[in-house]
């Protein structure tokens, strides 16, 4: 009988450890089983302006997370393991480049330059706002020595200045909307850290709805708008400038 006593408290005393073991391994580790951020095990946030957004949930993919965001393109949104945004103190936004084919028309280069131009005033104007980073810069001249720098690089693989004419007869479901699809990549050095594709076509009630009475450039700049809009959301998330919603 003593024997069974003492082996059954070895088997309690053996659990016991073991779980403890266990919570202090989860308690001291800084990302979750994605390798993302421990607190993006959630996917809703409140922002500093009171909206609620999603960014998705978190899977481990490729060396790193990727997530379900609703409003990037499925599968694109990627983040490397353990990267938050966080241990740099500089932006570095080059200039947009393009390998989209649209007619050689004096409005549609017009149109296309806007974006690509808008495209980088936009971005730096918000992510500033975020203070995700404490600089945020257009110019290679403008990194300080010494800096600890990322680059965002974003190029537009497809666009179309779209028309007047289809969105008067079918501008409330898509036709004759602007288009444009952007692939963009934040690396430290050589190494990508986060990669992420979005896609806009008149995304505004109001391009929808009015959109004939609007400019083709007027509805292109509300889709950039729309674009760093969200992605600078998802960044401000993910660099915990945002609180988690319950």
């Known amino acids: 009988m003593k024997a069974i006593q003492l082996f059954a408290s070895a088997i309690i005393v053996g659990l016991t450890l073991a779980g403890s073991l266990m919570i202090t391994s989860c308690a001291s580790s800084g990302s979750n089983s994605t390798g993302a951020p421990a607190n993006n095990s959630a996917t809703r946030f409140v922002t500093t302006d009171g909206r609620t957004i999603d960014i998705g949930k978190a899977t481990p993919a490729e060396g790193g997370t990727l997530y379900s965001n609703p409003h990037m393109e499925k599968g694109k949104c990627w983040l490397a393991n353990g990267f938050d945004f966080s241990g740099y103190d500089t932006l570095y936004i080059a200039p947009t480049v393009s390998t989209a084919k649209f007619p050689d028309k004096p409005e549609d280069n017009n149109v296309h330059e806007l974006a690509k131009k808008s495209l980088v005033v936009e971005l730096a104007r918000i992510l500033s706002a975020r203070q995700i980073f404490s600089n945020v810069v257009t110019q290679e001249s403008d990194i300080k020595l010494g800096a600890k720098v990322l680059k965002l690089q974003n190029t537009i693989t497809e666009f179309s200045k779209g028309g007047g004419a289809g969105r008067y007869f079918a501008g409330l479901y898509g036709g004759g909307q ?38 083709d450039e007027d509805i292109q700049l509300e889709d950039v708008h729309s674009m760093v809009l969200d992605l600078s959301d998802f960044m401000a998330a993910v660099a915990r400038k945002y609180q988690p919603k319950g």
Not at 189 to 212: C, H, I, N, Q, W
Request: aromatic letters at 8%; charged letters at 25%; zero cysteines.
């Open 178 to 215: 602007p288009v444009l699809r952007v692939q963009g990549k934040m690396s430290d050095g050589d190494k990508p850290v986060f990669t992420y594709e979005l896609r806009r076509s008149g995304t505004s009630a109001g391009a929808r709805m009015g959109g004939v009475f609007m400019k």
